[in-house]
């Protein structure tokens, strides 16, 4: 299952590997892409919204 997701603070490409690397990490996640034009990543796999950004809670990125 895709979904795509805006996220904030995706400002350089660095950014957007950090994000896809911690996301990558979760055994429920197949694919992530970021796009830091559009500000928004697509997810391939079964995590929720909760558990992408509990993966995230270390850094300043936030799905909204």
């Known amino acids: 299952?895709?979904?795509?997701?805006?996220?904030?603070?995706v400002k350089c490409g660095g950014c957007a590997s950090t994000v896809k690397e911690k996301l990558s990490k979760l055994d429920n996640v197949d694919s992530v892409e970021v796009n830091i034009q559009n500000k928004n990543i697509v997810v391939e796999g079964s995590a929720s919204k909760e558990e992408l950004q509990a993966a995230l809670a270390d850094t300043n990125f936030k799905i909204v």
């Open 1 to 9: 299952m895709k979904n795509e997701y805006s996220i904030e603070g």
